[in-house]
């Protein structure tokens, strides 16, 4: 059973740092892309950042520069580096698994990122 749990997420001021994990288990790790996505109250889900299975990443504009997403196959974590934060960075954080077909994509629960001004 796939499980990813999420945390490091808190309460920040502006221009501070976080640094988020997620902690994935019941699956074949290093052969998945993975990714962190955000959720502000009233907005939609939107991608923060995704890395391949390889390595290779990508980032939302609104965060590039400033947020790292890594991975550490031996031991089935992701990792968020946030630095610079800003209040509009406040949202729900989620690592995501990548599904390799249609319905096998999967969520974490979560954890919150708050940044005060």
């Known amino acids: 059973q796939v499980q990813l749990v999420e945390s490091g997420g808190g309460l920040v001021q502006a221009g501070g740092s976080l640094r988020l994990s997620c902690a994935a288990s019941g699956l074949t790790f290093n052969t998945y892309a993975m990714a962190w996505f955000r959720q502000a109250p009233g907005k939609e889900r939107e991608l923060v950042a995704h890395?391949?299975?390889?390595?290779?990443?990508n980032y939302a504009d609104s965060v590039k520069g400033r947020f790292t997403i890594s991975r550490d196959n031996a031991k089935k974590m992701v990792y968020l580096q946030m630095n610079s934060l800003k209040p509009e960075d406040t949202a729900v954080y989620y690592c995501?698994?990548?599904?390799?077909?249609?319905?096998?994509?999967?969520w974490g629960r979560g954890t919150q990122v708050t940044v005060s001004s």
């Open positions: 890395i391949t299975s390889g390595g290779s990443t």
């Open positions: 995501k698994k990548i599904g390799l077909f249609s319905g096998d994509d999967y």
